[in-house]
């Protein structure tokens, strides 16, 4: 049974850091690509950050361009998701997701399996 369980998450400033982890089991995706997507109260998912299986490939949402960094380590069978200058608006609930082989759109939430999700809450 594949499992994708994120952490990490929590109840932070305005200008800090957190790192999520997604940590996967049932199967090895050291071919596939993984994302991150959230979704706050009253909004559809939307999403945040997607990485090739070499990791070569990294995609960003506008909104996080240059505050977060996707990575992933395939010995581990885990992604991350390091967000710095955190701000109120990037409050959410974060789910890490992955999609057998290349996804059509990776920016779309039409992947294969998806964690339980991890919330994130910045104050001002």
């Known amino acids: 049974q594949v499992q994708l369980v994120e952490s990490g998450g929590g109840l932070v400033q305005a200008g800090d850091s957190l790192r999520l982890s997604c940590a996967a089991s049932g199967r090895t995706f050291n071919r596939d690509y993984m994302g991150w997507f959230r979704q706050a109260p009253g909004k559809e998912r939307e999403f945040v950050s997607a990485i090739s299986w070499t990791g070569v490939s990294r995609y960003y949402a506008d909104s996080v361009k240059g505050r977060f960094t996707i990575s992933r380590d395939n010995a581990k069978n885990t992604v991350y998701l390091q967000m710095n200058s955190l701000k109120p608006e990037d409050t959410a609930v974060y789910f890490c997701?992955?999609?057998?082989?290349?996804?059509?759109?990776?920016?779309?939430?039409?992947?294969?399996?998806w964690g339980q999700g991890t919330q994130v809450t910045v104050s001002s």
């Open positions: 997701a992955a999609v057998i082989g290349t996804p059509t759109h990776y920016d779309r939430p039409e992947y294969t399996y």
